[in-house]
Structures are given as C-alpha cells and as structure tokens.
C-alpha cells in the first residue's frame, strides 16, 4: 500500500502551491497623483482664504512658466494680509522676472497697489537721479492770455461839435423910455425879453429875440409884444463881449394898427467868465414901429442874464 504523505510534506506541498499560484503585481498598477499646489492656491485665493494661499505655496517650487503667477498670488495675497513688507519683497521678484510684469491703478485695489508702486519705485532707484538740482531753473510755460492781459489804449476823443457852447441864451427886464413927457408909475416902463444867439466865425452873430414893450401914451399904457430875428457882430476880450445887433420882425400893437413891422437896433455889453454859464449883460436898444398912419420910436435899456455852457 502506498505511504500517505506526512504531516510535514503536506505543510510544504501547500507552500509551494501558494507560491506558485499567487497572482504576480500588474506592472501598469495605478501612481497615486500628483498635487497642483497653483491650482490650489488659486481656489484658495478665490474663497478669499490667503492664510491658505500662501501656506500652499510657501514650499512650492514650481516650473519656470508658473513663478510669475506663483509670486503674483503670494504677493496679492501678503498685500491683503496687510503684510506689507513681504508683500514688496514678493512684487520686487515677480517685476524682476520679466519687463512685461506691471499693474494697473485702475484695476487694482489700493491696498495692493500701494505695495506693488513701492517695489517698483525701489527696482528703479539705480535709474534714478537724486541729486539736488540746485542750479536748475525750470522754465514755466506762459500761462493762457486773459483780458486782463491785453494791452490797454486810451479811447480816441470823442467828435463832437462844439455849437452847444457858442450858444447864448439872453433874458432880460426891459425898462423903456417915452418919447413924449407922458411919465406913468415904474411898472408901465417894464417888459421882458428873451432870446437865443449863436456865435458865428469871424465874429458875427445870429439869432432870434421876443419879448414886450410897455411905455405911456397920453392916458394909456400902450404894450407892443414883438418877435424879431436878429444879426450883428461883436468882439471878445477875454471875459468881456461887445456887440452891435440889428433886428427886424413884428410886433402887435395896441394902438390903431393890430400889426405892425419893428426895426430894433441895439448895442450890447456882456460879461460872461469862461468856466462859468452865467452871465450877465447890459443892452441900449431903439425900437420903431412903422405902422400904416404913423411912426412910432421908443428907447429902452435892458439888463439880465446870459447863459452859455462851460468851455469843457
């Protein structure tokens, strides 16, 4: 009869089968994965957790085309963090790496862009010159031109006629004299007069005079009312004037003719001061009335004022 196998060879022929038997390890088994640290430290910046971003990225050293971003995450997040300093350090190493490294004013928040203008002011100081420019003297640009600027002329005198001050106006109480010895009271001998004159060149003289005479006839007092237009000529010696005048017009008579014709001479003193408009003036004159039955002559004195505006 055969031997049955021992105790002992059975335990080895079990060995050796599971030995054999044990399925070998797959070449092509499964690598556990590898971590992106940028990747999770930009989801980390995004939750706005950048205690994260920068502990993730702290010992990372990643391939050369992600240490701009790598710096740019850590400096934006130090910013943040108020973590000024290490904020500057990082933003000096991210503009360090290339040219094209720059932030906007107006995209960036304030905080960052605080640290991010004092890294680059302290990567540019070698360019710079801070030497005091004691003897440089900057040269303004002229500001713009204001009225105030332009130059000022003096108006052109203004054209004007000077015929207002060669004008005269003349009025006067007028006191006649009878011819016959028919003496009334004071105020049968008074008129008045008014009149205007023109200075003319050369001394001539124009204008135009009215006025009333009153004087006794007989038992009555007779009034002659009169309009005349005058002319003469007269000379000036300084304040004082003399003139002879002639004029000649109408008058009304209360007599036996309603309407007469007048003839009136006169010789005229006046004083009249430059810079003064009034005056005054003195007048001798004749009035003769040519009626159609007879003639009548009266002499009178008259003695008022004469106004002229100033000379200017």
């Not at 009149?195 to 060149?201: K, Q, R, T, Y």
């Not at 005229?268 to 001798?284: I, K």
């Amino acid at each position: 009869m055969p031997r049955s196998p021992s105790v002992a060879g059975r335990f080895l022929r079990a060995l050796v089968c599971l030995c054999l038997c044990a399925p070998a390890p797959s070449a092509f088994a499964a690598k556990p994965p590898v971590r992106d640290a940028l990747a999770e430290a930009q989801a980390c910046y995004g939750a706005g957790d950048l205690a994260c971003v920068l502990r993730v990225l702290a010992e990372v050293q990643p391939a050369p085309e992600h240490a701009s971003e790598r710096l740019r995450l850590m400096a934006f997040a130090s910013a943040r963090l108020d973590q000024h300093e290490a904020a500057r350090q990082h933003f000096a190493a991210w503009l360090a790496l290339s040219a094209t490294n720059r932030l906007e004013r107006a995209t960036t928040a304030p905080n960052i862009f605080q640290d991010y203008t004092a890294a680059l002011l302290a990567s540019q100081t070698d360019a710079l010159d801070w030497t005091p420019q004691v003897e440089n003297h900057a040269v303004l640009a002229p500001l713009g031109v204001t009225p105030t600027d332009l130059p000022r002329f003096a108006p052109p005198p203004r054209e004007h006629s000077d015929i207002a001050q060669r004008v005269s106006y003349l009025l006067g109480l007028h006191a006649s004299l009878p011819t016959t010895n028919d003496w009334g009271p004071v105020w049968a001998h008074l008129g008045i007069a008014m009149g205007i004159e023109v200075e003319l060149p050369y001394g001539l003289r124009a204008g135009a005079l009215v006025g009333g005479w009153q004087r006794p006839d007989h038992t009555t007092d007779r009034w002659n009312p009169y309009a005349l237009f005058r002319g003469g000529i007269g000379k000036r010696w300084g304040d004082h004037g003399l003139a002879a005048l002639l004029g000649a017009g109408v008058a009304f008579d209360t007599g036996d003719d309603s309407v007469v014709g007048a003839l009136a001479p006169a010789l005229r003193y006046d004083w009249q001061p430059a810079q003064r408009p009034v005056g005054f003036y003195t007048e001798l004159a004749s009035q003769t009335l040519f009626g159609s039955k007879t003639t009548t002559e009266v002499i009178g004195l008259t003695i008022g004022v004469i106004l002229r505006p100033a000379a200017r």
